[in-house]
């Protein structure tokens, strides 16, 4: 097939069996590689879905610039998406916003606002999309996509990733296991493969200090992994369980996803690593995981595969935290 732009080459990403990273003879693990979309994310699938589903009915016309808090990848897909439509795209990161992701941004055509207070939860991100807000309303022709309380969101990963699995996984499927930030990715999958399995449990991973269900603001060092917001699309209904990993286990999660499976992979990619060996521990009988790595490796260089930063991070080797949603 020959696309006529990149963006037409977002989705239809393969799914490997991570059988080297979990050998158990009973417990087959089944990972969609997300990093394989041409901006490098999933995030691709919603930047994609929600201007294309704006231009389709009128509220998106070319001309006109998005603007969104991101840490990243999210911003990355939509200054990729937003230029090949004929929109333009402004960024709100902070300082936490790696070196990497600020020039990648840059080099897609973005422009890039840079937020520097922190807001009462000890973080960025309700500075950031309060700045987002504060630019709309001052600029022309501007309008927020707001990923946390965008319908859309979610909506994409439905009827696209969701449908994928499906079409790629043959027989049951036991648990849906995936990392959370807007929440928009597990609970599309969810929706998706509930229709056709519906007894599927959905286990969240969710970062150490994220307050999205329910737990304590604390510090967090992995950017888009855990957020000190409970995103407006969540709904508690979708998900069965919660395992809160902290930052060390997480890169611990991506070397041993690298050194076994040689995926090199992002820093929510090895949480989803480290939630699947506790639950493989639990387990009292055979199963089908599925999960998604949502982003590559290269991004996080100086982070989870830098060995004085991991070095740096508090104790992660205690039993996370499992909370009922």
Not at 144 to 150: G, S
Not at 190 to 196: C, E, G, S
């Amino acid at each position: 097939m020959i696309h006529d732009s990149v963006i037409g080459c977002v989705g239809s990403t393969p799914m490997v069996r991570l059988s080297r990273c979990f050998p158990e003879p009973d417990v087959e693990v089944l990972a969609k590689l997300e990093m394989l979309n041409p901006g490098g994310s999933m995030k691709d699938r919603p930047a994609r879905f929600i201007i294309e589903q704006g231009l389709a009915d009128g509220t998106l016309r070319p001309g006109m610039r998005l603007v969104e808090s991101t840490s990243g990848n999210l911003g990355i897909a939509l200054a990729m998406a937003a230029g090949l439509h004929g929109l333009s795209f402004t960024a709100v990161v902070d300082p936490k916003t790696s070196p990497t992701n600020l020039r990648l941004l840059e080099l897609f055509g973005a422009d890039v606002e840079m937020v520097t207070e922190r807001d009462a939860a000890g973080g960025y991100l309700h500075s950031r999309v309060q700045r987002a807000s504060e630019l709309v309303a001052s600029l022309p022709n501007a309008t927020q996509i707001n990923q946390y309380a965008n319908d859309l969101n979610w909506r994409s990963y439905h009827e696209t990733a969701g449908e994928e699995i499906l079409d790629a996984v043959e027989g049951p499927i036991d648990y849906l296991v995936a990392a959370v930030s807007t929440t928009g990715s597990i609970q599309g999958i969810a929706r998706r493969l509930r229709k056709d399995h519906p007894n599927l449990k959905v286990i969240a991973v969710d970062a150490v200090g994220s307050v999205i269900f329910g737990t304590p603001s604390a510090p967090r060092q992995i950017p888009g992994f855990g957020a000190s917001r409970v995103p407006e699309i969540y709904d508690p209904e979708e998900i069965d369980d919660v395992l809160h990993v902290a930052d060390a286990e997480s890169a611990a999660g991506c070397r041993r996803l690298l050194a076994t499976e040689k995926v090199f992979a992002g820093g929510s990619s090895g949480a989803v690593i480290a939630g699947i060996e506790h639950l493989v521990s639990r387990l009292e009988g055979p199963a089908r995981i599925v999960t998604v790595l949502p982003d590559r490796g290269e991004r996080y260089l100086d982070l989870v595969y830098d060995d004085e930063w991991v070095a740096n991070l508090p104790d992660p080797w205690q039993e996370p935290e499992v909370v009922s949603p």
